[in-house]
């Protein structure tokens, strides 16, 4: 039979073959409670205007609603805000009494903060979380644990023993515009400091950890010893050993051989905590806003 001739099948036009557009809201109350202007496409590209807006989006439309199946925010933690996904990154700062800690913020800030003890003595009794704010301010950790613009809503779980030794520091500064930074009580030696917080220690600093973006651990040139609350704490920070950062601080109190002794003694008591086979690195400084004693250590 005679056969017939092959219809010319014009090309899908490009309407056709691309998939639908979604822009889902990212503000407002429907998009805080994880709903939107109704059901996402199947097929759908969505548009984000940056990855936060992306990754709260895929938080609300597939991990929320597990945990919300399974009580999560009722077992273990508070639901993820909007907030927590826009919080800056956090850097925490953990280390034994008079080791130069709130020093060291002072010295990044160039100034004084509210909130701030300095001395040789265990002076910082709490956990202050220093941030921006148009104006100098202190705001009481419970009220910080119950805001939905701040990413310390979890803290509640620790009871209110521990939120009245937390407080949140507002100032203006230029590098808190970036960060937070968080100074946390001197970590004590002894069976009563221990039992006498009232709270949970390790368990405080393991929730900022799992949190923060850098953990440093400054230790005093006088102080290498390791005490064992100071030691359940850096253990508590296993899974996060990317983030942790030695300090050596205040090393112009010694001089370039009693650093280098300094140096060896540290290294061996870390490497009866850190239970890795390779070796910490040891950042060496001097963060006070004092002369140098030992200025030949001033190259390092």
Known sequence: SAEHPRRHQPPPSLAARESPMYAPPTTGASAAAGGGNGPEPANAQVMFDSVTDGLKHLYRQRIRPVEELYKFGEFYQPLLSDYDFEAKPMVLLLGQYSTGK??????????DFP???????????????VMHGDEEKITPGNALAVSSSMPFRGLELFGNGFLTKFQGSQLPSDLLEHITIVDTPGVLSGEKQRVARGYNMVGVCEWFASRADLILLLFDAHKLDISDEFKAVIEA???????????LNKADQVNAQQLMRVYGALMWSLGKVFRSPEVCRVYIGSFWNQPFRHKENQHL
Do not use: M, N
Not at 123 to 129: G, S, V
């Open 102 to 111: 709130t020093s060291f913020i002072r010295y990044l800030l160039g100034r």
């Open 115 to 129: 909130g701030q003890h300095i001395g040789p003595e265990p002076t910082t009794d709490r956990f202050i979380a």
């Open 237 to 247: 920070l296993r899974g996060h050993d990317d983030k942790v950062r030695v300090v």
